[in-house]
Every structure is written in structure tokens, then in C-alpha cells.
């Protein structure tokens, strides 16, 4: 969810941050103030070799630094690294030197064994990272993976002290997004010590971003992201600290935006709209690379069935479902691709304009799959589980689709389920689910990265879902050493309209992140691909 994915796993409501107005209480007096902010759910860890939720992503992105980071407004610049590298060996070789002031929090400087400790380590067996295949496109990283090699044979180096070299299989097009969003270095002494307790707290957690971790377990409602002053790049982090609250109900967070208790938020909902009379000046669109879908356990007899899911997707009316339920900004999915910066290179069109097949609303085809559904499972009636995370907005979502279910298919019903996060997670890893709402939001603009969500091999392909004329397909894609630029992007259009015409994946929406942030704080952007960075607030 991430973003990272962030990039990652994302469940459907993401961050809510609060905000405060332009009255808020904080607006005058010192420029060296603390910045409060408010989350949607509470992280589940600080490991940046873990993680797979969008909460602990965004708590990486503040704290950690990886060879690359990003601007406000997503641009890809040097991070630990000195420069931008050009890749050699027919783009598979990257040789990095790293900023000999980089420093972790407690002094000690940032090596390029930090970054081998934290790459082998993710793709260590024993680890057991969710998201291993971060580092798929290393050298060596199918072998490590099948424990045929051990994690030291993976293709990243330490040259010298300050100097890393990463060798991959084949060219990655996306990869200098990768190491601004999915590369962490990871302590190396403190990872010796602690574990596999590394970052369960702050106090076993080692920062080298523009801000630490104070006072944070998975168990606490509030924690501090205190200005790191061994950072290279202090001199331009303005706010000291910036104090984060859990805050699970959104009319809380609108109360304590008007109140100006907080100076930013993510709003969803009815709020949108309210908000947009209330303060036309302080409000933000931004369309986002994230959709949310509906995962069928294909392992389940029931959801198995593909005019079952095909039934379902032609029951939802998406555009109702954007604009008269959720609210928030949100637009209809065209397909597993959101639409935005996935461009074909030889024309220019976007990747979602060029495949067979959409998913607007047909009551007719919805019942025709059903139909067709009921002859194949040799029933009349079908009872579906919805399995969601127990947000307002989650929620919401569940209860439109039961609704334009069981209306739409005569003898179906569906139930809901709602559950803290990590239970969701729990169950999706356990296949113990029929249906399960969620969402992906990616780190780099290649449709290839939702694609892949459905290939056999991903550790979170929740589908279970397996078509051999797709692996054939997302093998090639894949092979970006034999397959690139328009002939690589043909069979993504390919293997999208082969996944479109078996949906083991039901897109639902793409987002769009409604923020408020007060007119007394500057510096925060967004893009398709980021999220907020404390590092560039400022107080005007």
C-alpha cells in the first residue's frame, strides 16, 4: 500500500490528515512552531524492510533518505547519492557515490553497507518481507528468492565506504523512482542489535531522513517527527517538529481543523463539497496514480467463477459511486491502470484509451454473466462476503456495492465485513476471504506495476489468480532487456485487455486527494505520485 507503493498496499481511505483554518490558533508569533498533523490509522512498523501498509510508508518517507528522494512537486534529485547516475552496462549497472556528510541520527555517516544490509535483508527468505520483490529487478533476486543463492549474491555492493554499485538483470525504466521511493538504507549496527525488533518502536528505529521518530509504537495515537539535526540537508528542513495524532473519524478531524488545532488534511467524503464553499482558497485537487478494486480469492469455488465477477463489475454504476456516495474527488476506474502519466510512447495515448474493453455500467451484460454464472456453479442463489477495513469511507464503499449487487443479480447476497487494517491484511495473506476491498497506489508511472499484481509469482497478488496467456505476456514486459519502448508498452495493452476480459481484479475508483492546508503554511505539494513532505513546510 503505499505509497508507497509509498508505494505498496493501500486500503481504500489512505491518510487523513487534519488542518486548521485561516484563523487557526498557531498563526502568529514564532516561525519555530510545531507543525500538527493528524493520520488515518496508526503505522504498523518503522522497518523499512516490512512494511507493505500505506501508514508506515508515510512514516518511512519522513524519516528515511534513500539514494534518491523527491520534490514537492515529484521530481526525482539526489538524496544519499551526490548526483543522478547513468546506468553502464546496457543500463543494468548503476555506481553510485554517496555524500560523505549523510548521516544517521546518531552521528555515525551513512555507508554504502547500509544500503547492501537493507537490500539483502528484504530479500532474505527468513525475513519474510510481503514485499520482497521490490528488488525484482536485481540481479540475482529469482535465485535468492528460491534459497538456491543466499541474500549476499543479490546484484548491490559496497565498492568503499561512500561508494555502492547495483547491477540488475535487465533494464528497469522506472528505476530511478524506485530508489527515490522503495530503496531505504537500513542502520547496520542497530539492525545487529535489535533484529527482528527493528523498528517495532522508536527507540529501535535509526533515522537518516530529514526528521526521527519520537515516542512511537504501533499501540500509541500520537507520535513526534522531530527535525533531524545530523541530516546533510538540515540547513533547509524550516519546522522543528511536526506532532502526528491518530484520528479515525473525520468529522473529529474537521472539528479540530476549525478549531485550528491542525494545519493540514486529506477530506473525504461529504466534506469535499462542504469544504470547498467554507474555504475556496485553502482547498487542493490532485488526481492520484491510485485506484481502489475488489480482489475474488480465486482459491474459493464461488469467486473462482469468472461471469460471476464480470457480473459484478458490469452491476456498478461507477460514476454514481464517485459522485453521489463517495464524494471526495474521486473519478471512475477505467480499468486496473489509473489514468495520468501511463502514456503510449509512439502516440502519446493514454494506456486505458487503447484497450478493448471499460468498465462502465451494463445491467443487461451483468445479468447475461450471472446467468451464465448460475449454470456454471449449478445454483440459483450465491452468498458473497465483502471483506473491508473498518473505515467510514470503507464502509461506504461496501455498502453501495451490496446494494448494486443484490439489485442487479436476483439470488445473490452479499454480506459485509468490517475489520481493523491489519486484520484485513491478516486475512488477505491467509486466503480467508471471498471478496476484499483495498487499493494500490504506486511509487513510478509504468502501467506495469498494477499489471504485475496479477502475475503468479507477486507476493501480493491476493487474486490467487493465474492465466497462462498473462504470465506468457507479463514475462515479456518484464524482460526489459529484449522488450522495450513501443513493443514493450503493446504487450502491456495486451496482458491489460486479457486481464479486462477475466477482471480477477474489479477496478472500482481512481483517486483524487482533497486537501485542505492553511494559507499560514507553505511548502505543501502533492503530485500523481507524492503525498505530503514535512521537510518543505514552512510557516509563511
Known amino acids: 500500500m503505499k505509497k508507497s507503493f509509498t508505494y505498496g498496499l493501500l486500503v481504500t481511505t489512505a491518510l487523513l490528515l487534519g488542518a486548521c483554518s485561516s484563523k487557526g490558533s498557531q498563526s502568529s508569533g514564532s516561525k519555530q512552531k510545531t507543525l500538527n498533523v493528524s493520520i488515518a490509522m496508526e503505522p504498523s512498523t518503522a522497518d523499512p524492510n516490512t512494511y507493505t501498509d500505506v501508514y508506515s510508508g508515510s512514516m518511512l518517507t519522513q524519516t528515511l533518505e534513500g539514494l534518491y528522494h523527491t520534490t514537492n512537486t515529484g521530481k526525482v534529485v539526489p538524496g544519499v547519492a551526490t548526483k543522478l547516475v547513468k546506468p553502464t552496462d546496457h543500463g543494468t549497472t548503476y555506481t553510485f557515490n554517496l555524500r560523505k556528510n549523510a548521516k544517521w541520527q546518531n552521528g555515525k555517516p551513512v555507508t554504502a553497507q547500509d544500503f547492501v544490509t537493507s537490500f539483502d535483508r528484504q530479500v532474505d527468505p527468513k525475513t519474510k518481507s510481503q514485499y520482497a520483490n521490490r528488488f525484482i529487478s536485481f540481479k540475482n533476486y529469482t535465485a535468492v528468492q528460491k534459497g538456491t543463492k543466499k541474500p549476499s ?3 548491490v555492493k559496497a565498492l568503499g565506504k561512500h561508494q555502492l554499485q547495483i547491477k540488475l538483470s535487465a533494464p528497469d525504466p522506472d528505476f530511478n523512482f524506485k530508489a527515490a521511493g522503495e530503496y531505504y538504507p537500513i542502520n547496520t ?3 545487529k542489535k535489535w533484529g527482528s525488533k527493528y523498528g517495532t518502536s522508536s527507540t529501535k528505529t535509526v533515522s537518516n531522513g530529514p526528521f526521527t521518530l519520537q515516542n512511537w509504537d504501533p499501540s500509541k495515537g500520537s507520535w513526534v517527527y522531530k527535525k533531524n539535526k545530523e541530516y546533510w540537508d538540515a540547513k533547509d528542513v524550516k519546522i522543528p517538529d511536526a506532532k502526528v495524532q491518530v484520528v479515525k473519524d473525520p468529522t473529529t478531524a474537521q472539528n479540530l481543523f476549525a478549531g485550528g488545532k491542525l494545519q493540514e488534511t486529506l477530506i473525504s467524503g461529504g466534506f469535499v463539497k462542504q469544504d470547498a464553499k467554507r474555504y475556496p482558497k485553502e482547498i487542493v485537487y490532485t488526481k492520484k496514480g491510485t485506484l481502489s478494486f475488489l480482489n475474488f480469492n480465486s482459491e474459493n469455488k ?16 461507477r460514476q454514481q459511486l464517485a459522485k453521489n456516495v463517495m464524494e471526495d474527488g474521486s473519478t471512475p476506474a477505467k480499468s486496473f491502470v489509473p489514468d495520468g502519466e501511463n502514456t503510449d510512447p509512439n502516440n502519446g495515448k493514454n494506456f486505458n484509451s487503447e484497450l ?7 445491467k443487461q451484460k451483468a445479468q447475461q454473466y450471472w446467468q ?10 450465491v452468498s458473497l462476503n465483502l471483506l473491508t477495513e473498518d473505515s467510514s469511507d470503507q ?43 483495498l487499493g494500490w497506489s504506486t511509487d513510478f508511472p509504468d502501467p506495469s506495476d498494477y499489471l504485475n499484481l496479477m502475475t503468479k509469482a507477486n507476493s501480493v497478488n491476493f487474486t490467487h489468480w493465474s492465466n497462462p496467456q498473462y504470465e506468457k505476456l507479463m514475462a515479456k514486459v518484464n524482460n526489459t532487456a529484449k522488450y522495450q519502448g513501443e513493443q514493450r508498452w503493446k504487450l502491456m495493452v495486451q496482458a491489460g485487455n486479457v486481464a479486462m476480459s477475466q477482471q480477477p481484479i474489479v477496478p472500482t475508483l481512481q483517486h483524487t486527494d482533497v486537501h485542505l492546508v492553511s494559507s499560514k503554511v507553505g ?9 505530503s513532505q514535512y521537510r518543505y513546510a514552512y510557516w509563511k
Open 395 to 437: 464502509k461506504k464503499l461496501g455498502e453501495y456495492i451490496q446494494s448494486a449487487v443484490e439489485s442487479t443479480l436476483k439470488g445473490v447476497t452479499v454480506t459485509l465485513t468490517s475489520v481493523p487494517q491489519q486484520q484485513q491484511l491478516s486475512r488477505m495473506f491467509g486466503k480467508k476471504y471471498q471478496v476484499t476491498a
Open 189 to 191: 549496527a542497530a539492525v
Open 153 to 155: 549474491a543479490l546484484g
Open 523 to 531: 511548502g505543501l505539494k502533492y503530485s500523481f505520485l507524492t503525498d
Open 356 to 362: 478493448n474493453t471499460n468498465t462502465a455500467y451494463n
Open 372 to 381: 451464465a454464472a448460475q449454470k456454471q456453479l449449478g445454483t440459483k442463489k
Open 302 to 317: 464461488t469467486t473462482s467463477n469468472k461471469n460471476l465477477r464480470l457480473a459484478v463489475s458490469n452491476s456498478l454504476n
